[in-house]
């Protein structure tokens, strides 16, 4: 099986595996795939119609992970994955997997693997109507941080991100990196230059990959933008969003708006993972998401230490 660093030229191949995806997992999105597949060195390779990923562990071994839920043949896809790994003379691990998928293993391999989940790596997945309204004593205190917004800012606007704004929306992303990028230790905080170049990357390209972005205008500057692209049919998954800090209520105001001028199609919103860090999980946590969808890693019983 031949695998692959993907890029952009990969989306429509990619798109098509995904097609009639029902996996609510971030990383179960075409763009992503592309964004972050050089960062992460995440190969892919396809079997059918069905997409594998393996990213090479510290230890030189391959991690795996795919989709059993939406699998031709799960089976088939699960069995072939594994027989890779003990060609390659290393041990079995597959990265990702839901509960759901873990259900499928365990029945078909009782007591062969184990699956240990990664509460760094659960996805937040909201219900998009609270996030429109942000209604109920609960949120609260999000409804303040607009209102402070809005009477700070009375010439504000939302708009689309379009090529009359691109230009603009880049700008800003390089901005905030700029303003970001040094640690309190005042050291080089190089995963926030990486993930500004994919900001600016995605908006460049955002038709191809499929991707739609919003903007808040302040002051004739843009302050805040986000992007993201649909993951199933209820599902949006928002990869990124930025703003200027030292405006009150910029985050608030640019979740609400996009989502009340974007997804109105949607059920749920996926906004990712806390990748651990406390500050990130407190936001997130703030929001009060419908489903915190924990995803684990599979290893074989007699490889386990």
Known sequence: MDFFLPTIKDINQIRESMKGNTKR???????????WARHYRTEIAFLNQDIIFRSKRSDGRYSYSCNLMDAKDARYLFDTIL?????????????CMTEQEWSLISQWYPESFQIVYDRD????IYDREKLATLSG???HGKRNHIHRFEE?????KYECITD???????????????NNCMSAQDEIEFERIDESKLVVYAIRHRKELGIIGGALRVGGRIIALTLGERLTDDTFVVHFEKAFSDIQGAYPMINREFVRHELSGYRYVNREEDIGLP???????????????EKGTVTSVENCE
């Open 25 to 35: 997992g971030c990383e179960m999105s075409p763009a992503n795939t592309v964004l």
């Open 83 to 95: 027989k890779m790994a003990k060609e390659e003379n290393g041990a079995f691990q597959m990265h």
């Open 121 to 124: 790596g659960a996805d937040y």
């Open 137 to 139: 004593k609960k949120l």
């Open 152 to 156: 700070n800012n009375p010439d504000w």
């Open 164 to 178: 009359e704004n691109e230009e603009e929306c880049a700008k800003m992303a390089m901005q905030w990196c700029v």
């Open 279 to 293: 500050g990130l999980r407190k936001a997130k946590l703030s929001y009060y998401p419908e489903i915190l969808l």
